[in-house]
């Protein structure tokens, strides 16, 4: 029985860990919100003004074609405006 309770408990954690590990596609800054704040850091490191993390790059990329631009700050300003529900 305590064998069965001690795996249980390892696969929460690693459960855990996971689910904190996960981002949200869209928030770039991480605040835990899409809004134009993450238009914003799209907008400038497709300026070449900064340079996003590789947790940023990922989060950023909402059309999946591997590159962060313009297109994903489109599609995230009209996220944060509630003109598309998904990317």
């Known amino acids: 029985e305590d064998a069965v309770q ?3 408990n ?11 590990q996960a981002r949200l596609i ?7 919100e899409i ?11 497709s300026a070449e003004i900064v340079v996003l ?3 940023e790059a990922g989060s950023a990329d909402v059309n999946g074609d591997g ?3 313009t297109d994903d700050a489109a599609l995230i300003l ?9 990317f």
């Open 6 to 8: 001690e795996e249980v």
């Open 35 to 45: 809004n134009t704040g993450d238009t914003t850091a799209v907008l400038r490191a």
């Open 67 to 69: 590159q962060v631009n």
């Open 53 to 55: 993390s590789e947790y």
């Open 78 to 86: 009209q996220y944060a405006a509630e003109r598309i529900a998904e």
């Open 26 to 32: 869209g928030d770039v800054n991480g605040d835990g």
């Open 10 to 20: 390892e696969a929460v954690e690693t459960l855990t860990q996971k689910i904190t």
